[in-house]
């Protein structure tokens, strides 16, 4: 059974970095796209970023140039490494895979962890 855990949120003022991790297991490593997606309170989930089992990346428009996500294949860990936080980028923060869709259907990922709370205050 595939399981995302992830940790590295907190509370930065605007401006502020964060990077967040995410330890999956349960599956091999390969052939699954894996991403962030967000939810903030009163607000639809959205996709935030997203490595493909192709190689291609996706990130919303919202953080292209603010954020970057990256892997390491060998401890099976993805990151997100997002700089000059914005209020905006308060919320919710969950891993998610999925073994079938393109890195650009993130938000529709099967898989998902329990989440880690962003909040950045101006």
């Known amino acids: 059974e595939v399981q995302l855990v992830e940790s590295g949120g907190g509370s930065v003022q605007a401006g502020g970095s964060l990077r967040l991790s995410c330890a999956a297991s349960?599956?091999?490593?390969?052939?699954?796209?894996l991403g962030w997606i967000r939810q903030a309170p009163g607000k639809e989930r959205e996709g935030v970023a997203a490595?493909?089992?192709?190689?291609?990346?996706y990130y919303a428009e919202a953080v292209k140039g603010r954020f970057t996500i990256s892997e390491d294949n060998v401890e099976k860990i993805l990151y997100l490494e997002m700089n000059d936080l914005k209020p905006e980028d308060t919320a919710m923060y969950y891993c998610?895979?999925?073994?079938?869709?393109?890195?650009?259907?993130?938000?529709?990922?099967?898989?998902r962890g329990q989440g880690t709370q962003v909040t950045v205050s101006s």
């Open positions: 349960g599956y091999a490593y390969g052939g699954y796209s």
């Open positions: 490595i493909g089992d192709e190689g291609t990346t």
């Open positions: 998610a895979a999925d073994k079938w869709r393109l890195a650009k259907e993130v938000v529709k990922f099967s898989y």
